[in-house]
């Protein structure tokens, strides 16, 4: 099945590709593989939602930073789709890496980056089986809950 028909099952519509925050690219292509800057979950060029997560008052709660993943996964194939000209040639996600933002008791970061992973598994099937970091740390730029990198392998 396309992509491009899986994408629309999904009803799923790939945002444009969010403009660099500070001196860098989107993505970069060489040979066959893309490599996407971290992606932040930017919705119309704004964060909807901005801060640590974690359980509790003030925190973003972890489902809603998963969606947040999902986003920025999203803004990442968006970047990928804009250096190969089409996601119908990607042969295989490689890795994703994910960060959070993480308020110093949380430990849920694998659950938050699969918003990211689950996506990319129903968009490419078994090509979007990864390798997979969910890291998390202090504060991301923009203070995002989360931020999503790429490598994507296109045949």
Known sequence: MSVARRLAELGIELPPVPAPVAAYVPAVRTGSYVWTSGQLPLVDGALPVRGKVGEGP???PPDVAANLARTAALNALAAVAQQAGTLESVRRIV???GYVASDPSFTGQPAVVNGASVLLGQIFDEAG????SAVGVAVLPLDAPVEIELVVELG
């Open 58 to 60: 003030g925190l973003v």
């Open 95 to 97: 890795k994703v890496v």
């Open 129 to 132: 089986v990864h390798a997979r």
